[in-house]
């Protein structure tokens, strides 16, 4: 079994700035993507940022330039800096893990770290 374990949400006031990590442990197969996505109150989840083990990363164009992902292969732990925070940043944040094996594709969720943005 995964479990990811997020941490690092809260309270920030715009402009402000917040680090999110999120530890893997478990079976995870080590050639994976790890992710955050974002929930809003009434919005369908969508896709943050990503970034696979070699280090390729993604980013909604939303938050380009403002947020960067990281991870650290050997803790099995992604990170998201996020700075210049705006008030529709304000969600629900989920990291998430995934990779294809054997033709099956896994897929496991963190339990959500709120961040809040607002003066």
């Known amino acids: 079994q995964v479990q990811l374990v997020e941490s690092g949400g809260g309270l920030v006031q715009p402009g402000g700035s917040l680090r999110l990590s999120c530890a893997a442990s478990?079976?995870?197969?080590?050639?994976?993507?790890m992710g955050w996505y974002r929930q809003a109150p009434g919005k369908e989840r969508e896709k943050v940022a990503t970034?696979?083990?070699?280090?390729?990363?993604n980013y909604a164009d939303s938050v380009k330039g403002r947020f960067t992902i990281s991870r650290d292969n050997a803790k099995n732990t992604v990170y998201l800096q996020m700075n210049s925070l705006e008030p529709d940043d304000e969600a629900v944040y989920y990291c998430?893990?995934?990779?294809?094996?054997?033709?099956?594709?896994?897929?496991?969720w963190g339990q959500g770290t709120q961040v809040t943005v607002s003066s």
């Open positions: 998430n893990a995934a990779w294809w094996l054997h033709g099956a594709r896994y897929n496991y």
């Open positions: 970034i696979t083990t070699g280090g390729s990363t």
């Open positions: 478990g079976s995870i197969f080590s050639r994976n993507i």
